[in-house]
């Protein structure tokens, strides 16, 4: 399994970490949807200060997608 991590300055000039982003190939069946996620996340998190300086994208996908969804990406992808 491969994450990558992405690390930006937020608008107000904060040091924020974004974690746990999963590497997908580009002809997978999720990669689109886990991408459109991802620039909304980073976009919310770039236009808003932030308490904390370390996000969880996972934790952030568990959150806000369906189960079903969340489980196929994470678990079944995963396990080859």
Do not use: A
Not at 4 to 11: A, L, T
Not at 37 to 50: D, G
Not at 54 to 73: A, D, G, I, L, P
């Amino acid at each position: 399994m491969l994450y990558k991590s992405i690390e930006f300055r937020n608008v107000v000039g904060q040091k924020i970490k974004v974690t746990e982003i999963p590497v997908l190939e580009t002809n997978s069946i999720y990669y689109f949807m886990t991408k459109v996620r991802l620039e909304s996340f980073i976009t919310n998190l770039y236009h808003t200060p932030q308490d904390s300086t370390c996000h969880s994208f996972r934790t952030y996908k568990n959150k806000n997608q369906r189960t079903s969804f969340y489980r196929s990406v994470w678990f079944s992808q995963f396990q080859r």
